[in-house]
C-alpha cells in the first residue's frame, strides 16, 4: 500500500449537548453502518441527567457533566471546555441541542470549527429564545395564522432544519444546508417529528462533507467565509430531498 492509498483519518469531533442526544445518536450510527468517517472524542453535558450522557457512556465515548455548578462558575465552565478540547484535540465541536452559549474563548480557540443544527429555516425563528420545542409552537403559530389569512392557498407550508457554523451571535453563522419538509396542518410534536427526521438524516452528511474535505474551515474573520464549501458538496446537497440551501 502506498501513501496515497492510506485510508484517510476518521474526523475527530466532539459533542456539547443538553438533552436526549438524538442528533448524536444519529452521527453515532450514520459511523457505525459506514456511512460517516468519523469518532466522537468527548461528549460535554450542562446537565448531569441529559439521555446524551448515556448514549456516550453506552458508545464508549468520554462523557463529562460540565456546567456552573461543576465548575463554580461560567468563567469555570469556559476554563474546563478548553481542558477537554486540548486534551482531546477535536477537529470540529458539533452543537447537538446544546442550550448554552458557547463560550467566547471556546469559540476563539476553535475558529471556524462549531457547528450547530437549527430546527427551522434560518434566518426565521432563530436568535436568543427561539430552541426547541419553542421554535416548533412559534412556527405552527405564524402557519395557522397566515392560514386564517388565507395566505397559503396550496395546502402546503414548510418549515426544515438550517445546519450552520457557529459564531459570537445566535444562529448567525454561515449556512451549510437548509432542508425543508411540508407541515401543514400539524401541531408542534408534528413539526417536532417530522424535523427531526430531516436533523438525523442530514447532520452526519455535513460532518462527512467535513470528513472529506469537501468543507474546510477557514482562518477568516468574515463570518459568510468560515468554510469554503465546494462545488461537490453544494451539488450534493441540491440532490437530497427538500433541500433549499445551496
Known amino acids: 500500500m502506498t501513501a496515497s492509498d492510506a485510508p484517510t483519518p476518521p474526523l475527530r469531533y466532539a459533542v456539547l449537548a443538553s438533552g436526549g442526544g438524538s442528533n448524536f445518536q444519529a452521527l453515532l450510527d450514520a459511523a457505525k453502518r459506514g456511512d460517516l468517517n468519523a469518532r466522537a472524542v ?7 441527567t441529559a439521555g446524551a450522557m448515556e448514549k456516550a457512556n453506552q ?39 446544546y442550550m448554552k452559549k458557547v463560550p467566547d474563548a ?14 427551522a429555516l434560518l434566518p426565521e425563528f432563530g436568535g436568543t429564545g427561539m ?16 392560514i386564517a389569512e388565507n395566505l397559503v392557498d396550496d395546502g402546503r407550508y414548510l418549515s426544515g432544519m ?25 401541531d408542534a410534536s408534528g413539526v417536532a417529528q417530522r424535523v427531526l427526521e430531516l436533523e438525523h438524516d442530514t447532520y452526519w452528511r455535513v460532518l462527512q462533507g467535513f470528513a472529506t474535505g469537501a468543507m474546510k ?6 463570518p459568510a467565509e468560515a468554510v469554503r464549501v465546494s462545488p461537490s458538496w453544494i451539488h ?6 427538500g433541500t433549499v440551501f445551496p
Open 131 to 146: 430552541y426547541g420545542h419553542h421554535v416548533h409552537e412559534a412556527v405552527v403559530s405564524a402557519m395557522r395564522r397566515r
Open 236 to 241: 450534493y446537497a441540491r440532490t437530497l430531498t
Open 162 to 186: 438550517t445546519i450552520h457554523m457557529v459564531n459570537e451571535h445566535y444562529d448567525e453563522g454561515q449556512y451549510l444546508i437548509k432542508r425543508a419538509v411540508d407541515i401543514y396542518g400539524a
Open 106 to 119: 471556546v469559540l476563539a480557540r476553535l475558529k471556524n470549527r462549531i457547528v450547530n443544527i437549527h430546527p
Open 42 to 48: 468527548f461528549l460535554a453535558c450542562n446537565n448531569s
Open 217 to 222: 474551515p477557514t482562518d477568516s474573520d468574515d
Open 59 to 97: 458508545a464508549g465515548v468520554p462523557a463529562y457533566h460540565v456546567s456552573a455548578k461543576t465548575e463554580g462558575s461560567e468563567a469555570g465552565v469556559s476554563a474546563r471546555l478548553l481542558a477537554l478540547i486540548d486534551e482531546h484535540r477535536p477537529d470540529l465541536l458539533v452543537l447537538a441541542g
